[in-house]
C-alpha cells in the first residue's frame, strides 16, 4: 500500500530534523566519550602541564601577571583559558574539564559540518568518531595546548571552504587571520593550518588568481589583529619584553638543547607517533590516494584546492613537531583535522564503490562493519598501554596535597618541587615564579643566573614547606655547573629547615628558624 501525499510529506519534513539531531548527538556523544574517563570524579590525577595551567589560572585570579610573576615558556592564552576553569571550580579541575568539553564538542561539531559538506553525512559521522578515538589515546589526560587548538583549526578549514564559496571572501579570510592568532598564542608550533592556506594563497597570487593577495593579506591582518591587541595588553602592564623572552626566544634554546641534530629530531618523531598505530591513521593514507587518483576529472576545483591545502597542512605540522626537539606523543593532535578529512576522503570513495556494486543499503553496512571493527582495533592495540593511567590512588601527590593544606595557612607559601599540582589543589602559593624548573637547569650562564634568581626568591620568601618530590630527571636544589654562588645559597636556604614528614617517598621539610 503506497503512502499518501501527507504521509510523504511528514517523512520528508522529518529527515531534516533527524539530521540536525545527528549533527549535535555525534560530536557531543564523541566529546563525552573523550573526556568522560578523565573526568575528576573518576580521575583524581592530572598530568603535570594541566597542573602549571591550573595553577597559573588561580594566580591569575589574584593579580599576578604571566611572565612576571608566573615564567613558563608558552604563549599566553592557555594560562587565561585556566584562569577561566579555576574561576569557575576555585581548587578544582572540574571547570576546565567542562570547558574543554564543550571546546572538543565544537571542534567536532565544525569538523562534521566540514566532512559533511565535502563528503556526506556517513563519512563525517565514521571519521568523526574516528579523529576523536585517535585523541583519547594521544591526548595524556585533557588540557594540554594542542587540545584547545582543534576548534581553531577546524574552524579555519571550515572557513576557507566557505570562502571560496563566496563571491565576498574577504570576510572569512579575515575570521580565518582571526582564528590563526588565537592558536599561535595558545601553542606557538600549532598554526600549520594558517601556514598552508599563506603558502597555498601565495601560490594563487603568483599564478595570477584574482583575489589572492587580498585574501593573503585580509588573513595576515586578522592574525595580526589578536596577536597585536595582546602584545599591547602586556606592553602596558609592563611585561611586554619578559613576554618576549619566555615564550618566544626561550623556545628557541629549548628546541636546539632538547634535540642536538636531524637525526634526534627524526627518531623522536618516529619513536613518539603514537598515532600511527591508530586506524585513522591508515584510512587516512587511503584516502590521500583516493583524493588523488579517483575520478579527477569528477572534482570540484574548490576540493582539489583542499585536498592541496590538507597535504600541506600535514607536512607542514610535522615539520613543526619536530622543530620542537622534545616530542610529546600529544603533539601530534595538529595532525587530526587533516588525517580526519582524509579518512572521510576514504570513507565516501568505498562507499560509491560498493553502492555501485550492490547497492547502497549493502554500502552502509559494509562501512558501517568496517569502521566499528576499525574502532576495535583501534582501542584493542592501546587498551593495554592506557590500563591504569586514570586509577584512582591515594598516592603520594594526593598525600602532599592533603598535608598542606592541614599543615600550613592559607596565607603560607610552599615549595613543590617540580610540581605546580600541589599548590594549586592545596590552594597555596608557590615562593617562586617559575612554574617549570627546566629554565634553572641550564648549566649556561642564563640558566644559572636563573637559578640563583629562584634561590633569592626562595630566601627572600621562606616557605613554610618544601616538599621534595624525588621526580626523575633533577635532585632537589641540585643546579648544573659549579657555581660556588648557588651551591652557598642552596646551604643557606637549607639550614633553615629540617624533615619533617616523609609521604612515600616524598620528603616534607618544615621552616624552623630564621
Partial sequence: MGMNAKQKQGKQSSKPGAAR???LLIPLGGALAVMLPVAPRFALEVNDNSGVYLYAGWRILQGDLPYLQLWDHKPPLIFYINALGAALTPGSQWGIWALELLALTLAAYLGYKLIKAQFGSLAAGLSTVLWLMALFFIFLGGNQTTDWTLPLQFGALLLFTRAEAHEKPERGYFLIGLLGGLAFLIKQTAVGVWLAIGVLLLIWALRREPKAWRKLGVMTGGVLAVVLAVGLYFFAKGALAEAWQAA???????????????????RNAVDLSYIARLPIFSIAILGVLASAFFPRKK??????????????????????????????????????????????????VFDQWLASAGGKKTSRRAVGALALALLALGFGLETVERAGVYQQSLNARQGAIRYARENTRPEDTVLVWRDTRVNYFAQRESPTRYLVMRPL?????????????????????????????????????????????????????????????????WVVYRLVGE
Fill in 248 to 266: 618566544f626566544m626561550y623556545n628557541f634554546h629549548f628546541s636546539a638543547t632538547a634535540a642536538r641534530s636531524p637525526g634526534d629530531r627524526l
Fill in 441 to 505: 637547569m641550564d648549566a649556561n650562564e642564563e640558566g644559572q643566573a636563573r637559578a640563583l634568581e629562584f634561590l633569592d626568591e626562595l630566601l627572600a620568601d621562606k616557605p613554610a614547606l618544601m616538599i621534595d618530590t624525588k621526580m626523575d630527571g633533577w635532585a632537589f636544589l641540585d643546579f648544573p655547573g659549579q657555581n660556588p654562588q648557588i651551591e652557598e645559597k642552596v646551604r643557606l636556604l637549607m639550614s633553615y629547615y629540617e624533615p619533617e614528614e616523609m609521604i612515600s617517598d
Fill in 299 to 348: 572534482q570540484d576545483p574548490r576540493k582539489r584546492g583542499l585536498f592541496a591545502l590538507l597535504l600541506l597542512d600535514g607536512t607542514l605540522e610535522l615539520g613543526l613537531i619536530l622543530m620542537t626537539g622534545d616530542v610529546s606523543k600529544y603533539y601530534f593532535e595538529t595532525i587530526l583535522p587533516a588525517l580526519a578529512l582524509f579518512s572521510a576522503a576514504a570513507f565516501a
Fill in 21 to 23: 539531531l545527528l549533527e
